[in-house]
C-alpha cells in the first residue's frame, strides 16, 4: 500500500484532546473498539486456517500441487472476504450493523499490516507471527479514516462518524484556528481509552514554517543518566545538568498504600469465574489515578526537556543506548525506565526534524564517551558504573564522568559536518586507541529457540521468499515446522 506523503512545506502531525462522552457515547465507543479487534481476531483466524488445513493435507501425503491455496491477507483480501461472511457468521451476523465500517476496517488493516511486518521479519528482525487479541489485555482504540471527521467550530465539540458529536474535555482551537486559516487537513481520526480517560488524536497535515534555534552554531552532547537525567556540554564549555524529577519513587508510598487496599478486597478470579467486588473496583480506580497522574508528570517533564534543547542548538548529539538491554539489569531498570531514555530520543528525533531543521547525531552504540578522557582522548581500558568520578591516567584529568562523556559527545558532534549523522560512521570522528581491541560484547544475532509442533503463528511459521507480500500465486512453500 503507498504511504502518504505530505505537500512540500507540510508535515503530518497529531493533535490529542481528551473527550467527555455521556454513558450512551461511552458504550458506542467499547462497542466500536470491540468491533476492530473482533475483526482483527477473524482474520488472523481466518489466514492462519490455511496454514494449519495445508499442514494437515501434507502429513497425508497430498502432493504439493493438490494442496488448500494459501488465503492472502492485502486489505482488499480480507475487506472481500469479511464482507462475504459477516452476514452468515454467528460471531458478527446480529450486530455488526451497530457499528461503523470504520470499526472492522480498523482490525482488518492492522492485521494486514501483522502479516506483513511478520513475513518481511524473515530478512531482519525476527518477529513472531500474529496472534489473537485478548479482550482483558487489548489495547482500546479504533480509527476512522472517512466520514464525517471534523473540529465544531465551538471549539468544544468533535464530530465522528457513526459516533456523532462528543465533548472535549479540553478547548480544541489549537486545531481549529489552522483548519479555518487553511493550513491544516485532517487526515484521520483514532480513538482510545488510556490512563483512565478516552481520547481522540487527529492525524493533520499541517503547514509548518521550520524556526530558528535561538543558538544555530552551537553544538550539545547529551549524556542520560539515571541520578542525574541528562547533562548537556555544549561547545562553548558549558556544562548544564538536569535533575531527575523521579516522579515514580516519589509515589511509590502513595501506591504501596494503595496497593496494600486492593489487595485486601476481594478482586477478580478467572480460574473460579469470581467478579469483582464494588470495593475492590473503588480501590483498583484509585490505586489506577496515581499510576496515570505518574505517566502525565512524566510525559510533561520530558516534552519540557526535548522542547528547550530542540530549540536552542543547531546540532545535538546523542547516544545509540540499548534500552531494552539495560532493563534487564534488575537493581536499574525502575529507575531507568521511571527515566524515560528511549521517550527522549524518540522526541529529539522528530522535534529537530521537522521544527526547526536542527541536526542530530547518533553516537555510536559502541562509542566510548565515558571511557574517553574528553582532554587527551585516551581510552580507558574497563570503567565500573560505581566509579563516578573519571581519571585519566595519560594527563592527569580528573572530572565528573556523566560530565565527561558529555563533553566528549559534544567534541563529536562538531567534528561530524558532513555524512549520514551517525557519529560511529563518521571519517570526521577523532580517532581514538582501543586497549582490549572492539568493545561489542553481546551477541550479533539471536540463538534460535527449538519450537515444537504447538500453535500457527510459532517461530518458525511459513515466511515468503518473494520480495512483494500482496496477492500473487506462491512460488515456493511456506515452511511451518
Known sequence: MKKFQPQPGF??????????????????????????????????????????????????????????????????????????????????????????????????????????????????????????????????????????????????????????????????????ARVQAGTARILSATVRHERGRWFVSFQVEVKRDLERVARPDVAVGIDLGVKTLAVMADSTGEIRTVANPGHYDAARKQLCRASRTVSRRQGPDRRTGRKPSKRWEKANAARNKVHHRVANLREDALHKLTTAVAAEYGTVAVEDLNVAGMLKNRRLARRIADAGFGEIRRQLDYKTRQRHATRLVVANRWYPSSKTCSGCGAVKAKLPLHIRTYQCDACHLVID?????????????????????????????????????????????????????????????????????????????????
Not at 425 to 433: E, M, R, W
Not at 448 to 474: F, I, M, N, Y
Request: hydrophobic letters at 35%; aromatic letters at 8%.
Open 11 to 176: 508535515v503530518v502531525q497529531a493533535f490529542r484532546f481528551a473527550l467527555d462522552p455521556n454513558a450512551t457515547q461511552e458504550h458506542a465507543l467499547r462497542s466500536h473498539c470491540g468491533a476492530a479487534r473482533a475483526a482483527y481476531n477473524w482474520a488472523v483466524g481466518w489466514v492462519e486456517a490455511s496454514w494449519w488445513q495445508r499442514r494437515a493435507e501434507e502429513s497425508y501425503g497430498v502432493p504439493e500441487e493438490s494442496l488448500t491455496e494459501w488465503r492472502p491477507w492485502s486489505l482488499p483480501a480480507l475487506r472481500k472476504a469479511f464482507n462475504e461472511t459477516k452476514h452468515t457468521d454467528p460471531r458478527f451476523a446480529a450486530w455488526w450493523e451497530e457499528n461503523s465500517k470504520e470499526a472492522y476496517n480498523t482490525g482488518l488493516a492492522n492485521a494486514s499490516a501483522a502479516f506483513d511486518n511478520y513475513a518481511k521479519s524473515k530478512n531482519g528482525k525476527r518477529m513472531g507471527a500474529p496472534r489473537f487479541k485478548s479482550k482483558r489485555k487489548a489495547r482500546v482504540s479504533c480509527r476512522f479514516t472517512t466520514g464525517t471527521i471534523r473540529v465544531d467550530t465551538d471549539g468544544r465539540h468533535v464530530t465522528l462518524p457513526r459516533l456523532g458529536t462528543l465533548r472535549t474535555h479540553e478547548p480544541t482551537v489549537k486545531l481549529l
Open 401 to 481: 564522568r556523566d560530565d565527561n562523556a558529555a563533553r566528549n559527545l559534544a567534541a563529536l558532534a562538531a567534528a561530524v559536518v558532513t555524512g549520514t549523522g551517525v557519529a560511529g560512521d563518521q571519517d570526521t570522528a577523532p580517532a581514538v586507541s582501543k586497549p582490549r581491541g572492539a568493545d561489542q560484547k553481546t551477541r550479533a544475532t539471536r540463538t534460535r529457540r527449538k519450537t515444537s509442533a504447538g500453535r500457527a503463528g510459532g517461530a518458525t511459521l511459513p515466511h515468503q521468499r518473494q520480495t512483494e507480500t500482496r496477492d500473487r500465486t506462491q512460488a515456493e512453500a511456506l515452511t511451518l515446522w
